[in-house]
């Protein structure tokens, strides 16, 4: 799924985009209405339109709504907890704060548990997918973050805003992204003169869309070659969902083992939380390394990936994931080893169907092997992003973001 390889710099590219400030930014934090706890990765979107976020690792977010669509109602959500429809009004520039209710309620066993079968369950939730997400062509925008951090400093950062050329979900085939708008810096030094670099950046993220390429996690989809067990079940709003957890059977290569919840009455995915065992190390690092310098051993020692789906008139789409990967730089010639930790996530914050039969290709459109050139000038531009919706930063990215800052000026 992701691939090491050194820095290569490319030419910086900034495509221009509208900038209208035709539009109105909200900020605040959902939260937990018993414990008061944060809740990450909640979902938020605007009613009767496709533009939505997410929150961040604080639980803070950042809404921006053109004003042209003003009243409008804002639905938040979470797995677990029932969710909340609120008015436009009711959000702040800053300090908005949403509380969400947990599901109490007791989960009916005959509802829930009416599959039987966690492999044939498995296997109908990837017949289906033709008739349970978005089946047209799609173009969307997202928003991708990577983050490379040595121990607790920051050795690197990327953001982009990126166009999605989705194919149907019935169909085989890669997806193309095109780039709108991205700014990065890295600390060379700091990354011991080695670029710690998931291949294509947004592609990484993109590809662990498990309806969308379910033989990158059920290799042939042989489903044979897995265990399946139902957990407690658990529900989103009123949808009940069974959990299923899985493990390949096949130790011989890094292998996955994770949670998938899988919608009771459409059989629809809608989370995977999917963990990859990197013990053969030598395996792990002919998937993962590309390049590396004379003299060091590099390989994975946890990997991680997060994938959700939201659902739009009756259909599911690809809505935001994220990855963690952790890895081990050892030096012949130090005493010390070198870990470092990749961070990345992508947000679908708009999208509609693709209105051209073809797309032209153009410089714009990332390669998957190549790494995105330094461009840091967007870090001194405080309206940079527009009217574009992004994950707000947690403290640690706008550290770094407030330190790139205070350098360059």
Known sequence: MGVLVSY????????????????????????????EDIIMNAHISVNETNISTVTNSEGKFSLKVPTGISPATVNISYLGYQSKNLPLSYFKPEGTLIYLDPVMEELSEVKVYEAGNARGLVRAMLDNRGDN????????????RES???????????????????????????????????????????????????????FNTLFIDVMKYPDYLFYEENLDNYEFNFEEPTRIDNRYLYVVSFKDLNKEMPWFFGKLYIDAETQSLVRAKLNM??????????????????????????????IDYHQQD?????????????????????????????????????????????????????????????????????????????????????????????NIQ
């Open 314 to 406: 009756g259909k599911w789409y690809f809505g935001y994931s994220n990855a963690k990967l952790l890895f081990v730089v050892n030096w012949k010639k130090k005493l010390f080893n070198s870990r470092y930790q990749v961070n990345s996530e992508m947000a679908v914050t708009n999208w509609q169907l693709e209105t051209e039969d073809r797309i032209k290709k153009n410089e714009n459109f990332l390669n998957k092997r190549v790494v995105m050139g330094d461009d840091i000038s967007g870090f001194t531009d405080l309206q940079f992003w527009g009217s574009n919706n992004i994950i707000e930063p947690d403290k640690s990215i706008q550290n770094a973001i407030d330190k790139i800052q205070r």
């Open 133 to 144: 997400y978005i089946d047209d062509p799609t173009q969307m925008t997202a928003f991708y």
């Open 8 to 35: 290569t710099p490319l030419s910086a590219t900034t495509i221009l985009q509208n900038t209208s400030q035709d539009y109105v930014e909200y900020k605040g934090e959902v939260i937990n209405s018993n414990s």
């Open 148 to 202: 490379i951090t040595k121990g607790n400093r920051n050795a690197s950062l990327s953001e982009a805003v990126v166009k999605i050329h989705k194919k149907p979900y019935s169909h085989y085939g890669e997806e193309d992204i095109e780039l709108i708008k991205a700014r990065k810096t890295a600390d060379y030094d700091r990354l011991d003169t080695l670029a710690l670099k998931l291949r294509g950046g947004p």
């Open 277 to 306: 065992n990197v013990d053969n190390r030598r395996a792990a690092t002919n998937m993962f390394v590309n390049k590396k310098p004379g003299g060091t051993k590099v390989y994975p020692i946890e990997v991680m990936y997060d």
